[in-house]
C-alpha cells in the first residue's frame, strides 16, 4: 500500500515552454503533499506543501508564479513549471502524507526534467 | 536548515551489520525520527520510523536512547543492494509534515 506515482518519469522541453508534472496517491487519501526539487549529487530541496483545497505554502526562494501547484483532490496535485529555462532542469519529487501518527510521506519516483 | 547531522559516508562489505547514527539535538517532544533510502533518480523510500526505545521490521531496526538526541539506523547483513544514500529526518516548523532533508549519508557496500 501506499504507492505515489508521477507522470511524467522524464520530459524534455524547450526553453520557455510550461510543463506540468502530476502526482497521484494511488491507495489512500493524501491530506497533505510536498514538492521537492533535487539537483545531481545533491540533497532533497523542499520547495512546497500543499493540501487539499487550499493554496500551497512556498519554501523560502522558490518562486510562486514560476511553480504553480494546483492540489485539487486528495489523491492528485500537479507542479507547473512555467517558462522553463534550462536553470529549471532537475529532478522533481512528490510526495504524500497519509497523516497517521508521525511524519511518514511516502514518496513518488520522480520525474526528470531538462530544459534546452 | 536540516536539523539533523549524519556521516556523509560511510563504507562496507556485503554481510556485515551497518549502524548509522544521526544526532538531533533540537528534537521536540512530539517528533518522531524517520528514515528513507535513495537509489540514483529515485524517490526516497521509507525504511523506518520511530519515537522511543527500539523499532525493528523486516529491512532494519531503528535504536533511539532515552534523550532521544540521536539515533541508529542499523542494516543487518548488507548487500550489494543496499548501496544507496540514507537520510535521517525529523520534523521542522512544528509541523509533523515539514521534512527537511540533510545530505544524508551515502553508504557503498563492496563485494
Known amino acids: 500500500g501506499a504507492v505515489v506515482s508521477q507522470h511524467p518519469s522524464w520530459v524534455i522541453c524547450k526553453s520557455g515552454t510550461s510543463v506540468k508534472i502530476e502526482c497521484r496517491s494511488l491507495?489512500?487519501?493524501?491530506?497533505?503533499m510536498f514538492w521537492y526539487r533535487q539537483f545531481p549529487k545533491q540533497s532533497l530541496m523542499l520547495m512546497a506543501t500543499?493540501?487539499?483545497?487550499?493554496?500551497?505554502?512556498?519554501e523560502q526562494g522558490v518562486e510562486k508564479d514560476k511553480f504553480l501547484i494546483n492540489h485539487a483532490s486528495l489523491t492528485l496535485s500537479t507542479l507547473t513549471v512555467t517558462s522553463a529555462h534550462p536553470e529549471d532542469s532537475s529532478f522533481y519529487i512528490c510526495?504524500?502524507?497519509?497523516?497517521?501518527?508521525?511524519?511518514?510521506?511516502?514518496f513518488g519516483p520522480g520525474t526528470r526534467l531538462t530544459v534546452l | 536548515l536540516a536539523k539533523t547531522t549524519q556521516p556523509i559516508s560511510m563504507d562496507s562489505y556485503e554481510g556485515q551489520e551497518v549502524n548509522i547514527t544521526c544526532s538531533h539535538n533540537?528534537?521536540?517532544?512530539?517528533?518522531?525520527i524517520t528514515w528513507y533510502q535513495q537509489f540514483p533518480s529515485q524517490g526516497p523510500r521509507f525504511i523506518i520510523q520511530?519515537?522511543?526505545t527500539k523499532v525493528t521490521n523486516e529491512v532494519a531496526s531503528l535504536f533511539i536512547p532515552a534523550d532521544r538526541k540521536s539515533s541508529t539506523l542499523s542494516l543487518p547483513r548488507v548487500s550489494l543492494s543496499d548501496t544507496a544514500v540514507y537520510y535521517c529526518?525529523?520534523?521542522?516548523?512544528?509541523?509533523?509534515?515539514?521534512?527537511?532533508f540533510g545530505k544524508g549519508t551515502k553508504l557503498s557496500v563492496k563485494p
Open positions: 510526495s504524500a502524507s497519509v497523516g497517521r501518527g508521525g511524519n511518514e510521506q511516502f
Open positions: 491507495d489512500f487519501q493524501a491530506t497533505t
Open positions: 500543499s493540501n487539499e483545497g487550499s493554496k500551497a505554502t512556498y
Open positions: 533540537n528534537i521536540a517532544t512530539n517528533d518522531y
Open positions: 520511530g519515537y522511543k
Open positions: 529526518l525529523v520534523p521542522w516548523g512544528g509541523s509533523q509534515g515539514n521534512l527537511i
